[in-house]
């Protein structure tokens, strides 16, 4: 996945519309001159949001029509390890667009490689490559694309952005409908025969109508690993595993040789822990 360069740029700007809207007060008595500053490392982890301080100031931009470029240098790409102490980025520019624009360049970059450095350690401590580690769609509104882009660059893969893109059949959907069956059939004959469906199950009887409604992916819910290798024997090939609920970067290892195939962790997102990050300008 790549950051939507259109959509993360409009997004910011709803973001510096709700942080500013007629101006910044404080920075309003400094003075137009141009000033250099630099992203730090505080904290050693993955880094994500690269393209975060030339998306913020190309939307400040359109707000105060600055006299002065912001010029950006990236010292660091998205997924690379950082240490306490690296350099991120440097940049120099107006000094007003600078002190208005640095705190939600840092949100956001923190948040991200917050989020990048919790699924990079989740799938060390896994420590199985044939499991692959995905996000859920517990993020916080609004911020959806920056939080499963920054997955990525942990090394995560991404579960549906949203209810629009893929299926994922939940107990409260067939007991609406009259049985996990029944469900199926009905959303085959909606959404057509190239789409993948997805049913969460809870128990064996579930897991057995699962297989045979012979859906796409069947996931495990809050079970244990012995379980999980129990049911995945039951499995066809073809049908992949996901298993999700209660899986905590203490308890991940044991699912390791179970057969699954995916892991979702919604606390990847859900639970973030940012990333120490500070701006800071150079001394005069």
Known sequence: MSLNQRVALKKIQDFLDEDLQNGDLTASVIPHKIVAGSYLAKADGIFAGEDIPELVFAGLN????????????????????????????????????????????????????????????????????????LDTRKTAPGLRLFDKYAVTCGGGLNHRMGLYDAVMLKDNHWKMIGGLGKAVAELRKNIGPTKIIEVEVENKVELLQAIAAQVGIIMFDNQTPEVVAEWRKLVPREIKVEISGGITNETIHDYAGSGADFIS????????????ISFNLDEN
């Open 62 to 133: 359109t707000y105060n029509h600055s006299r002065y470029k912001t010029e950006i240098i990236s010292h660091f790409h998205d997924g690379e390890p950082v240490q306490e102490g690296d350099i991120l980025a440097s940049l120099s520019g107006d000094a007003q667009d600078i002190l208005a624009a640095e705190r939600l360049s840092l949100n956001l970059m923190q948040r991200m490689s917050g989020i990048a450095t919790q699924t990079n350690l989740a799938i060390k401590a896994l420590n199985d490559s044939t499991i692959n580690i």
């Open 265 to 276: 962790l919604g606390y990847l997102t859900n639970s973030v822990q940012n990333l120490d």
